[in-house]
């Protein structure tokens, strides 16, 4: 995939292109229409899509549900082979939308536009659909999936609903992070995990024992402070089952199928071990959310 940051990237091979414009956190079931909708086109299909956050570049506080990274892997593998990937700015929200037509579709070799049925753009959120057919485009609106939106998978995922988050996703949820030193407690219990360091402005959800899956293993994973041994610094660590290597400082995400049960202090030791085996045992056990 063709990943840009300026127009001229992507404008210099003048291929005609069918656009999907979004934000796309997350790539949900939403996202993922509007992403066929442009590869069903019969054009080369693109997206154009923005970093930061607008609402984030507006001054508001929003949990992302996915690194700029992840969204682009995600997009690839649904087909787009063009990514535009827009600095989203107090300029570039400022613009009017004729101004946004003429400076980034018109050149990329835009001939269909897909996106939501209520998207808009420009100044004041001026500009719609409507607008862009007027302005001489292909313009295919895409229904929203009623009861699919990032605000709610974000509750979800606040409140530990993993799988239910899974359902809006077309996918499990996940968390990503770059594997870093930790206190190696868990190699000395027997129990080797790795250690992720999260992005900020990643949405992590809620404390907890989830399984999941990474790198092809399953995987048991814990989001909390360990309390039996009085941490209070968020960790997240996963524990791949039968994988042999190391992973530091390799970049990991891990997906997270379905949330076992809270965080506990036990009254020893004995006991966090055979808890610790038996939340392997459901990990191993676990079926990835369809």
Do not use: C
């Not at 229409?33 to 693109?46: H, M, T, Y």
């Not at 107090?90 to 536009?113: C, D, H, K, N």
């Not at 968020?234 to 400082?249: N, P, T």
């Amino acid at each position: 995939m063709n990943v840009a940051g300026s127009v001229e990237e992507l404008g210099l091979e003048r291929h005609e292109r069918a656009v999907a414009i979004g934000t796309f956190d997350g790539v949900h079931l939403g996202h993922r229409r509007v992403i066929r909708a442009a590869v069903d086109a019969g054009l080369r299909p693109a997206a154009i899509t923005f970093d930061p956050h607008p609402r984030v570049a507006l001054g508001y506080q929003v949990e992302l549900l996915a690194t700029l990274e992840r969204r682009l892997e995600l997009l690839a593998e649904l087909g787009i082979e063009d990514v535009l990937v827009i600095e989203f700015t107090l300029e570039v929200a400022a613009l009017e939308p004729e101004q946004f037509v003429e400076s980034v579709l018109r050149p990329i070799g835009t001939r269909v536009v897909v996106a939501g049925q209520n998207f808009r753009f420009g100044h004041k959120r001026s500009g719609d659909l409507e607008l862009l057919a007027r302005l001489g485009f292909d313009v295919r609106p895409v229904p929203v999936v009623e009861g699919v939106s990032s605000t709610q998978i974000r509750k979800l995922l606040r409140s530990g609903e993993v799988d239910r988050a899974a359902a809006l996703l077309g996918r499990p949820a996940e968390v990503e992070g770059q594997v870093v030193s930790g206190d190696a407690r868990g190699g000395t219990l027997g129990f080797p995990t790795a250690n992720l360091a999260t992005p900020p402005g990643v949405l992590v959800p809620t404390y907890g024992i989830y399984a999941g899956e990474a790198l092809g293993h399953r995987a048991a994973v814990s989001i909390g402070t360990n309390p039996h041994y009085g941490g209070d610094e968020r960790r997240i660590e996963a524990f791949l089952l039968d994988f042999e290597g190391d992973l530091y400082g390799r970049r990991l995400v891990v997906e997270l199928w379905q949330r076992l049960r809270d965080e506990q202090v036990f009254e020893s030791e004995r006991e966090l071990v055979d808890q610790i085996a038996r939340d392997v045992d459901r990990a191993r056990a676990a079926t990835r959310p369809a």
